[in-house]
T-cell receptor, first 112, second 117 residues
């Protein structure tokens, strides 16, 4: 039973345009969400996070939106750059645990 | 800061042998380290959580006698895959949480690609 779902295995976007990566979760106990970026043969690197008390968090070109009623979050990258091409993982945690539950990832390709 | 290293980055071993993977926090002390496994096109699956000086806590379905974890110091955790089989071939990634750090903030190592022939 997947608690964190990333239904799009891949996404292709033109340089300069917006990339929107989506993530859904089923566990209503999750209260902290993170996005990680991963290049091949490397470990994930932290990108941005959001607490469940917020509905938006912005850091430069990256914005994460959280819709708790829909149990949905999304990562917006604007403008997209070729260097953003990577696999993006959504992860979630509940307040009582330090464990992270990951989605399967979405491979983003930004074309020049 | 917050660099985590893994060694080796890649290992090929014969079926039935054991392999040890090291995870080190280079510039911080890690009270907790996590071991994940990732199969192709799958999510990172948490295998176990290890705390310095105590026994690791394994996730359901992970054989503790097969995947031995030792967290002997605040900067080193090891994962030993014992009697490896081809189905153990995977990408193993460790992460570390800094002492006194935010509970959800984990720093990941670069991973170890294990191939069992």
């Amino acid at each position: 039973d997947q608690q964190v779902k990333q239904n799009s295995p891949s996404l292709s976007v033109q340089e300069g345009r917006i990339s929107i990566l989506n993530c859904d979760y089923t566990n209503s106990m999750f209260d902290y969400f993170l996005w990680y970026k991963k290049y091949p043969a490397e470990g994930p690197t932290f990108l941005i996070s959001i607490s469940s008390i917020k509905d938006k968090n912005e850091d430069g070109r990256f914005t994460v939106f959280l819709n708790k009623s829909a149990k949905h979050l999304s990562l917006h990258i604007v403008p997209s750059q070729p260097g953003d091409s990577a696999v993006y993982f959504c992860a979630a945690s509940d307040g009582g645990s330090e464990k992270l539950v990951f989605g399967k990832g979405t491979k983003l390709t930004v074309n020049p | 800061g917050a660099v985590v290293s893994q060694h080796p980055s890649r290992v090929i071993c014969k079926s039935g042998t054991s392999v040890k993977i090291e995870c080190r926090s280079l510039d911080f002390q890690a009270t907790t380290m996590f071991w994940y496994r990732q199969f192709p096109k799958q999510s990172l699956m948490l295998m176990a959580t290890s705390n310095e000086g105590s026994k690791a806590t394994y996730e359901q379905g992970v054989e503790k006698d097969k995947f031995l974890i030792n967290h002997a110091s605040l900067t080193l955790s090891t994962l030993t895959v014992t009697s490896a089989h081809p189905e153990d071939s995977s990408f193993y990634i460790c992460s570390a949480r800094a002492e006194g750090g935010i509970p959800y903030e984990q720093y990941f190592g670069p991973g170890t690609r294990l191939t069992v022939t």
